[in-house]
T-cell receptor
């Protein structure tokens, strides 16, 4: 079956530091890959996505590249802000289905 | 535009009680699903629906029932609550069609079973 593995948190960074959150996946076929973000007390919201190999998703300064050869979709941001503090989930979905598989989430805390 | 609306936001049940978590969306999305979120386990799919009258089981369906009589509503029923069902529950919807796999989430229901 499908699975997503992401780095355990929490991750604590100072403001303006560089962020990487690792994500690898196992899937049959060619899934779409996603990063969702969950702010305290809220539901998840889509941050970015990529639907095929070598695609780069980007949004709000975050980016991730779909690497088929390493089955990875690492999330990066060059300079984090306090407002980026949240839980980040890597996810995948098989083409033609709406069953999305999520990783366990990585909590990011950015301190001033 | 309300999006995905879940009620209630908080609920406390005693073991053996039944209840229904409500979910409604006003975006005319074909797909709807229920997830539970537990510490260290991320989100796990309980049940999903690809359209009115069609439902199917996800990863952790035991102890839960669903039905989809309209496009808008997708209630989740706990028949006999157990402490293991203490969790945060999220409803999500998505439009059909390849390339439309973006999920729209409700704000969640925090359920405690004593």
């Amino acid at each position: 079956g499908n699975s997503v593995t992401q780095m355990e948190g929490p991750v604590t960074l100072s403001e303006e530091a560089f962020l990487t959150i690792n994500c690898t996946y196992t899937a049959t076929g060619y899934p779409s890959l996603f990063w969702y973000v969950q702010y305290p007390g809220e539901g998840l919201q889509l941050l970015l996505k990529a639907t095929k190999a070598d695609d780069k998703g980007s949004n709000k300064g975050f980016e991730a590249t779909y690497r088929k050869e390493t089955t990875s979709f690492h999330l990066e941001k060059g300079s984090v802000q306090v407002s980026d503090s949240a839980v980040y989930f890597c996810a995948l979905s098989d083409r033609g289905y709406q069953k999305v598989t999520f990783g366990t989430g990585t909590k990011l805390q950015v301190i001033p | 535009n309300a999006g995905v609306t879940q009620t209630p936001k908080f609920q406390v049940l005693k073991t053996g009680q039944s209840m229904t978590l409500q979910c409604a969306q006003d975006m005319n999305h074909e797909y709807m699903s229920w997830y539970r979120q537990d510490p260290g386990m991320g989100l796990r799919l309980i049940h999903y629906s690809v359209g009115a009258g069609i439902t199917d089981q996800g990863e952790v369906p035991n102890g839960y029932n669903v039905s989809r009589s309209t496009t808008e509503d997708f209630p989740l029923r706990l028949l006999s609550a157990a402490p293991s069902q203490t969790s945060v529950y999220f409803c999500a919807s998505s439009p059909a069609g390849q390339g439309n796999e973006k999920l729209f989430f409700g704000s969640g229901t925090q359920l405690s079973v004593l």
